[in-house]
DNA sequence: CAGTGATAGTCCAGAATGGATGGTACAGTT
DNA sequence: AACTGTACCATCCATTCTGGACTATCACTG
C-alpha cells in the first residue's frame, strides 16, 4: 500500500491537484509547457505514474464508457493528504544540474584544438535562446495576479539561464581563466593544492594497494 | 558493436582520459569529488558502464591476478576516438535543472499557511551552505594554473548558487512577486493571458471530446 | 587478535527514459 | 462523400538509471 512518491509522483499529484481532475495527455502537455523546460519528464511516465497513484489509492480513475474512453484522475483525500504533507515540509532532494556542457568543459583539455571556444560560442547562443524564450513567457504572465506562484519557477530559470549566458561569455571572451575572474576568484597566495587533487581527476592521497 | 554513449559513458571515458588507468572505485571517487555535486552518477553506473565500454572496445580491461584483483580500465584508442569526436561536436542534450524545490514553490498554493515562507528559508540555508562550500574549494583550487579547466564546473556552479540563493532571499523576504520585480519584470500594460494559461496548469485552448 | 574504518566490488528490484507504434476525432478541403 | 492533415490519446518495450543492501579485503590500532 505504501508507496514510494518520487518526484514524478508529486508532479503528478500537484497537477492535478492545480488543475483538477485530469488525465494523462492533459498533464504531458502541461508538463510541456511548464516544468518540462527545465526538468523534462517523458510523457510514458505520465501514463505509469497515475496509474501507480490510483492503485497505490491516491488517485481515482475513471473511464469514458463512450468515444474515446479516456481515463480521468481525481485526488483523493489520502492523495491530497500525501501533497500536503510533502509541500509542508521544507527539506528537499539535492539540487540538481544536468548539463552536458558542463561535462564537455571540464573535459575539454583531452579534446582538440579549439574545443573550448566552439562549445562556449554554442552555449552562448544555447542560452541566449532560452533567456529569449522564458522573458517573453513571464512577460505574457506577469501581469495576472493570480498566477504568482506558478509563474516562479519561470523567474528562477530566468535567473539561472542569466547566471549561464553570462558564464559562458566570460568563458568565451577569456576563457575559464577570465569567467574566474569575474566570478571575484583573483587569485591569493599560492597555496598548493592541499590534498584535494582528487576534484580533478589527479591522484588520491593514499595509494592504492 | 556500436553502442549508445550516454552522459554516463563520455563521463567514464572522459575521467579516464584525464586520470590514466582507473578502477570503477577511483572513478566513483573521483565523480564524488567533482562533477556527483552538480550532477549525481551512482556508483553501481561507474561499475557498469566500463564493462559496457570494454565490450564495445572503448576501454581496455585489466585485472590484478593477486590480492584484490582489482579491475582496471584503460582507454583504447577507439575509446580515446569516441571522446574526441564527443567533445568535437559543441551540440549539447537540454540544459537540465532538477530542482524538487521549484516543483513545491510551484505546487504551493496547495499547501498550507506558511509554505512558501518555510521553503524559502531552508533553501536559503542550502544554497548558502553549497555556496560557501564551492566557495572554499574553488579558493584552494584557483592559483594551480594547469587546472584551469578542470575548475569550470565549479565556476559555473558558484554562480549557479549564486542565482538561487539570491531569488531564494527574495522569494523569503517580498515573495514571488518580490522576486519578479528583482529580476527585471515589473508589469506593463495588463495584457490578460493570450492563451497561454497552460503554462499554469490551465485549461487547453481546444475542447476535450 | 578483535575492532574499526577505508577500500573494492556485486547484485537487484524498481523507476525512469525515450522512442516506436497505432489508434481516434475532427476540420478543411475537393 | 472521400481525402488529408493534424491534433489528440494511449500503450508498449528495450535499455538505462537509481539507490541501496550486501559481501569481502585490507591497513591500522589498541
Known sequence: MAINLSASSY???????????????????????SIGYFWPFPHSQLYVEPKRLAEAGLLAESTENEGRRRRTY????????????????????????????????????????GTVERLADAQVRYHQGRLEEFQKMLERLVDVPVLEKRVAPL???????????????????????????RTGFLGGDAEFLAGNTEFLGGNEGRHPG
Open 155 to 181: 523567474v528562477l530559470g530566468v535567473r539561472i539561464e542569466e547566471a549561464c549566458l553570462s558564464f559562458w561569455r566570460d568563458v568565451r571572451e577569456t576563457g575559464v581563466r577570465g569567467a574566474l575572474g
Open 74 to 113: 481525481s485526488l483523493t483525500p489520502q492523495g491530497r493528504e500525501a501533497l500536503r504533507a510533502w509541500l509542508g515540509d521544507p527539506d528537499t532532494e539535492v539540487f540538481q544540474v544536468r548539463n552536458e556542457a558542463e561535462l564537455k568543459l571540464f573535459f575539454s583539455e583531452l579534446g582538440d584544438e
Open 11 to 33: 508532479l503528478v499529484l500537484g497537477l492535478i491537484g492545480l488543475r483538477g481532475p485530469s488525465s494523462s495527455y492533459q498533464l504531458k502537455r502541461a508538463v510541456e509547457r
